[in-house]
T-cell receptor, first 113, second 114 residues
Framework: GESVGLHLPTLSVQEGDNSIINCAYS??????FIWYKQESGKGPQFIID?????DKRQGQRVTVLLNKTVKHLSLQIAATQPGDSAVYFC????????????FGQGTELSVKP | NAGVMQNPRHLVRRRGQEARLRCSPM?????VYWYRQLPEEGLKFMVY????????ESGMPKERFSAEFPKEGPSILRIQQVVRGDSAAYFC????????????FGPGTRLTVL
């Protein structure tokens, strides 16, 4: 079956450094990908998304890269701040499965001051 | 513009009781999704609804669980005869359109079954 997984369950970075969070997906039918940030006790917060006709998209301090050849997705956070500490989930939306999102396990990002 | 609203935020039930979770989508959104999150895990899709219609309930257990999104009022996720394994965070998301439209999540309802 399809799955979305993350390479590392935890990531610790120094404040000011760049962070890279990786995600692998297996469903070739997925054509829409989203990164969410979840702080403790809160709901997932939309960060950035990308569609399969793109390989890169930039937001404010964040960049998402999509490599469809190897089914890999990454989230880059520039100049990481303590407020970035959270669990980050990638999610895929297969076009042949209606609107449901398939989430990965999540990576916990810890930013050291 | 208010985001997705969920209530209650915390719900405690004893085994065998019923749990009702409510979700009001963002203004202008007519698609609602329910997800369940167990501790230390990602979110798992349960059900997708539009007004008065269940579109996809493939992730929802066949027994004890039901969902509705009436013409008026919030979407309701109902769990009958709760068991300890139902303890989890339940999140609702809404989108304006579907299939590749952004889903925005509410704060969740944390259900604890004693």
């Amino acid at each position: 079956g399809e799955s979305v997984g993350l390479h590392l369950p935890t990531l610790s970075v120094q404040e000011g450094d760049n962070s890279i969070i990786n995600c692998a997906y297996s469903n070739s039918a997925s054509d829409y990908f989203i990164w969410y940030k979840q702080e403790s006790g809160k709901g997932p917060q939309f960060i950035i998304d990308i569609r399969s006709n793109m390989d890169k998209r930039q937001g404010q301090r964040v960049t998402v890269l999509l490599n469809k050849t190897v089914k890999h997705l990454s989230l880059q956070i520039a100049a990481t701040q303590p407020g970035d500490s959270a669990v980050y989930f990638c999610a895929e939306n297969p076009y042949n499965q209606g609107g449901k999102l398939i989430f990965g396990q999540g990576t916990e990002l810890s930013v050291k001051p | 513009n208010a985001g997705v609203m969920q209530n209650p935020r915390h719900l405690v039930r004893r085994r065998g009781q019923e749990a009702r979770l409510r979700c009001s989508p963002m203004k202008g959104h007519s698609h609602v999704y329910w997800y369940r999150q167990l501790p230390e895990e990602g979110l798992k899709f349960m059900v997708y609804l539009q007004k008065e219609n269940i579109i996809d309930e493939s992730g929802m257990p066949k027994e004890r669980f039901s969902a509705e999104f009436p013409k008026e009022g919030p979407s309701i996720l109902r769990i009958q005869q709760v068991v300890r394994g139902d303890s989890a965070a339940y999140f609702c998301a809404s989108s304006r359109l579907t299939i590749t439209d952004t889903q925005y999540f509410g704060p969740g309802t944390r259900l604890t079954v004693l």
